[in-house]
């Protein structure tokens, strides 16, 4: 292999640059034989915390046979194995059939990494995800005035669902811009349920001037149109100006405004559960619809909300939508709150580690996702961040935010689709691994029997 490669390389090779590898960093080395001689190897190593893939190699007379690609896929097989779920290889600029295979075999160009941030420009990075990311996409409900904006959303939420993203948030935009008109965050994702398939819907509602009872309900019939796809990002108002838009009362600070919305969640999830799985019985001869046992009253008092229930809507998909809290830098109330009670976490990629450590003091380990500002890169930055988050982060995913809906979104689509799952039609709480729950009242009533 250096044979062959030093003469491409002679004008710039320089001894110093050589880099020792300690064999306790080699994980495999993996060879093919044809007729019992060595035709082809990778290796595979730690480099700074990267699974890297190392002298891909083979031999002149058995190129073009796939043998670079069979022992490629071994050494992804080993490092699944061996819990790593990215790796990377750096190859140069003056190796286009490598290049060309890399790019053949589904590797993304990423940035240099590890002990090559400082190395000569010749050199070019590669990274391969071994298990899907949690990619979304943020869309504002609002677009221009004169623009069919349910038209426009719907549009761009298919290019996200057929790329393979697994949420759509829906941004709400209570007061639009000069030019702009704005349709209620659930009702569009109500609008794009049908539009789509796979792609989870996340309206992002303010509890902050809107009751518990309304806000449950809405989520809960749009668990129903999706059939098991909705989320809820809730989301608290400080201002005095959306404070003055209702006329109810003073804008809360952010710890009563958060403590409030952690309320509104709880009563929403308490009204989830207040209809059991069974509770629709339809039973002609008696002409009931539903058993009244099994339809409960909550009964939740609190210091923001009496409720007594039940809810007006029967029990839907997931049982209990998944909750998505989006922390702002520095938002301290926020991350308290997500980390207390929300199965997603959307953080500033600095925050990071500091929401993991909230959610860890908690007793929480929520799926925690980086917010990526589509205003500031491009699709194939895009590419390139994703391709390393996982390791160079720690996320578990990201969310691209979008301050308008794209004319375009088939190429941003194209840039989240190399890291999304191909799996089928799955409840937003099956896509984060969550068990679907059966309702708190239904396990009271059982004890009660029981006792």
């Known amino acids: 292999m250096d044979t062959e490669l030093r003469p491409r390389y002679a004008d710039v090779l320089d001894p110093a640059d050589a880099v020792a590898v300690d064999p306790a960093e080699i994980i495999a080395v993996v060879v093919a034989y044809v007729d019992g001689a060595a035709v082809a190897t990778a290796a595979l190593k730690r480099t700074h915390g990267h699974a890297e893939i190392k002298r891909v190699f083979v031999a002149p007379g058995h190129r073009r046979r796939g043998l670079a690609a069979l022992v490629l896929a071994e050494v992804e097989a080993i490092a699944r194995e061996e819990g790593y779920r ?4 750096e190859t140069g600029e003056r190796q286009p059939e490598a290049i060309a295979l890399y790019a053949r075999e589904g590797w993304l160009p990423i940035p240099p990494f590890g002990h090559y941030t400082n190395a000569r420009g010749l050199g070019r990075y590669f990274a391969k995800p071994l298990e899907p990311l949690l990619v979304g996409v943020e869309l504002p409900a609002a677009a221009a005035r004169g623009a069919a904006l349910a038209t426009q959303a ?25 030019g702009e008109v704005a349709i209620d965050a659930v009702t569009l994702a109500a609008v794009i349920a049908p539009a789509t398939t796979r792609i989870a819907l996340v309206p992002a509602v303010a509890v902050t001037h809107t009751e518990p009872f309304h806000l449950s309900k809405a989520v809960q019939t749009l668990d129903l149109t999706s059939l098991g796809r909705a989320g809820w990002q809730p989301t608290v108002s400080i201002s005095e100006s959306d404070a003055a838009l209702f006329g109810r009362r003073a804008a809360p600070g952010p710890d009563d405004a958060w403590a409030e919305a952690l309320e509104a969640i709880e ?4 009204l989830w559960d207040s209809w059991e799985d069974d509770a629709i019985i339809r039973d002609v001869a008696t002409g009931r619809y539903i058993d009244r046992a099994r339809v ?22 997931q049982g ?20 207390a009670t929300a199965e997603v976490l959307r953080v500033h990629p600095e925050d990071l580690a500091r929401a993991r450590d909230a959610a860890a003091d908690a007793g929480r380990a929520p799926t925690v996702l980086v917010d990526v500002d589509a205003c500031t890169t491009t699709p194939g930055c895009v590419r390139e961040t994703l391709a390393t988050l996982r390791h160079d982060a720690g996320a578990d995913g990201a969310v691209l935010v979008f301050d308008r809906i794209p004319a375009a979104p088939d190429e941003w689509a194209a840039a989240l689709a190399p890291f999304a799952t191909a799996a089928p039609a799955a409840s937003f709480r099956e896509r984060l691994g969550l068990p679907r729950p059966a309702s708190r009242y239904a396990r009271e009533a059982e004890s009660r029997v029981d006792a």
Request: charged share 25%.
């Open 86 to 89: 990215d790796i990377v290889l």
């Open 154 to 178: 719907a549009v761009a939420a298919r290019a996200f669902d057929r790329a393979g993203a697994d949420l759509l948030v829906v941004r709400d935009v209570p007061v639009p811009a000069e």
């Open 267 to 270: 009563v929403s999830r308490r």
């Open 296 to 317: 409960h009253r909550i009964d939740f008092v609190g210091e923001h909300f009496r409720v007594v229930g039940p809810s007006i809507v029967p029990r839907s998909v």
């Open 320 to 339: 209990l939508p998944p909750v998505v809290v989006q922390v702002g830098r520095g938002d301290a109330a926020a991350l308290a709150a997500g980390s």
